[in-house]
Structures are given as C-alpha cells and as structure tokens.
C-alpha cells in the first residue's frame, strides 16, 4: 500500500452503531432494481489527535464490501464507508488500550 504522510489527524468514535438499509435504487451507489445499505452511528470524539506526521497505509479495501453485502432478499449490498486502524499508526506512536473503560490512548 503507499504511504500518505499526514499532520493533524483527528480520531472519533462511533457509537451506537445501527444498520441503515435504503429502498431498490437508493443509497450512495444506487443501482437499479438494487437494495444496498450502510452503517450509522453517532459520531462522538474526538479521542485522539495527532499534531505531527504520521505515515499513513492507504489501499483499496474492497474485501470489506463482499464481506459486509448480503443477499437481496435481506438488506443488500453494503456501500458505505468502512476505516481500518493498523499497524501503519500503531507501530509508530506507543499507546494504551484499556478494555474496561472502551479507551485508546496514544503518546505523542
């Protein structure tokens, strides 16, 4: 994947996450005849910033549309936006995970 160096990233969290299914022909990438459907949640943050560059892997995730679409006689084809925090972050600032309280910190 290339690298982005980027500054003055933001991170929020999603809370209470719910599925949003659209009518046939309906959604970000409406396809005719086609029922498709997106996550929404409340976006609530930020919880982490980071003033100086980090690296940044950007790739085209396309496995998480074919893992997240189901049939058409349910919801559909998932067409909404998914983020994946890797390594890429992880290995260059140290950070703390606290399970108990749902928190990320990072030192930077």
């Known amino acids: ?15 209470h996450v719910t599925i949003s299914p659209h009518e046939p022909g309906e959604g ?9 459907w997106r996550f929404r949640a409340r ?4 919880i982490a910033s980071f003033p100086a560059a980090v690296d940044v892997g950007v790739g ?3 496995l998480f549309q ?5 049939p058409q006689e349910t919801i559909g084809d998932f067409d909404g936006p998914v983020a994946l925090l890797g390594q890429d972050i992880m290995t260059q600032l140290p ?5 108990a309280r749902g928190t990320l910190w990072f030192r930077h």
């Open 66 to 70: 074919a893992l997240l679409s189901q």
């Open 43 to 46: 976006i609530e943050g930020p």
């Open 95 to 99: 950070l703390r995970y606290s399970a």
């Open 28 to 36: 970000a990438n409406p396809m005719e005849g086609r029922r498709s």
């Open 1 to 15: 994947m290339p690298l982005l160096s980027l500054e003055n990233i933001t991170l929020s969290s999603a809370r």
């Open 60 to 62: 085209d995730i396309g």
